[in-house]
């Protein structure tokens, strides 16, 4: 019984330290990479796409979705959210999938624009670009490791546009739980590789 008791207790040590470790990592990359905008004009959420296979959002699209909605501020003069992502696993682009899943499924009817080409975060960023540079105000989102990988990317193209990046809603706390050890691990590579090049 003893036994019993113990590998169930560091079972459950281990689990919470994993789910730690993602939430930590998850609150801290939400809040790098940011600029502090001058103004308070006109904002650009870009929404960064997953890979789709269906015509209709899975579960990390919904998320992501969900995460845009919520970063409208409600002063901004003005709002507008870009949808990116290619038909990377399915033959309709996760652009598509996500605008579709916002208006249809929660009633967004504001101004939105799509940007249906991109197959890499490099190239959401990349040709996201001509779409936001009017806005006063850029939130990127995301997972939130995810975002910081993309708001990296901004800095390198666009370091005048990567000025007026302010954060996004996409992390809370308990959220999508276990996806984010799993997003941190594997975005750690990219975020170390990112950091040797600033």
């Known amino acids: 019984m003893r036994p019993l008791r113990f590998a169930l207790a560091a079972a459950t040590v281990a689990a919470v330290t994993v789910l730690a470790f993602g939430e930590v990592t998850h609150w801290r990359a939400s809040r790098r990479r940011l600029a502090s905008p001058s103004a308070r004009g006109t904002e650009a959420i870009v929404v960064l796409g997953y890979g789709n296979r269906g015509p209709r959002a899975n579960r ?72 936001i540079e009017s806005a006063d105000v850029i939130k990127i989102v995301s997972n939130s490791i995810h975002a910081e990988l993309a708001r990296g990317y901004l800095w390198m193209l666009r370091p005048d546009l990567a000025e007026r990046l302010a954060r996004g809603a996409d992390y809370r706390f308990g959220e999508i739980v276990f996806v984010k050890p799993v997003a941190a691990v594997l975005g750690h590579k990219k975020l170390r590789r990112l950091r040797l090049l600033d």
């Open 60 to 131: 990390e699209n919904r998320y992501r979705v969900r995460a845009g909605l919520r970063s409208i501020d409600p002063a901004a003069a003005g709002t507008i959210l870009v949808f990116c992502g290619g038909t990377v696993e399915g033959p309709v682009p996760e652009a598509e999938i996500m605008a579709a899943y916002a208006r249809d499924e929660l009633g967004y009817r504001g101004p939105s624009v799509l940007e249906p080409t991109s197959r890499s975060t490099w190239q959401n960023v990349e040709n996201a670009i001509p779409l």
